[in-house]
């Protein structure tokens, strides 16, 4: 478990960021590199956005992942702010999870070019209560993932999967375009030693 001081640079903050989205990889059998931590240097101020990561399949050498973005995060820049820093978050990922009680919010109506509303939350970098909501926000976003892939019927390890009970695709990003996992998810197998539909 990471350890807290009672305060933390923005830098050791993204430190932080990279060992969860490492962590959640790993816990979550991702391929490396599905939960990243970009850097988006502006003329001001340099942010960060927590990504998902999706490499086509198959991947060849040199192809590109998907990027998604979880939420951005930057400094915050007023004195009385030093140690906080300030998530962008899209409305529908902000429900995920309570924020941390020493947590500011604050929703943005879209203007005539924004797409969607989204919230600013504000955060303690040093809080024990940041990382764990973080994590929870992008456990929740990787919950609700879908591929851009072209929807697919099953893959060849279909009765892999099956006698798994579980879609066991090595790149768990792009296998959210299967239908057959979604039929495994509610618990319909339709091969195998498992069978029951």
Known sequence: ???????????????????????IVATEALLPGSI?????????VTSHSVCTCELPFPCAPGDKPAVSSIFNVRPCK??????RAILKIADFIHSAAPIPPDASEE???PNATSSSPYWNVKVNMASPDTIPYLRALILFRLAHYLSGAAPFGCCGMFKECSDARRCIHPNRL???????RHNLDAGRIFYGKNKNT
């Open 1 to 23: 478990m990471m350890q807290f001081s009672f305060d933390i640079s923005y830098p050791e903050f993204i430190s932080r960021l990279e060992e969860l989205a490492a962590e």
């Open 174 to 180: 792009y296998a959210t375009s299967c239908a057959y």
């Open 36 to 44: 990243a931590v970009r850097s988006n240097n502006g003329k001001t």
């Open 78 to 83: 007023a004195k009385a702010d030093v140690g």
């Open 107 to 109: 929703l943005k109506i």
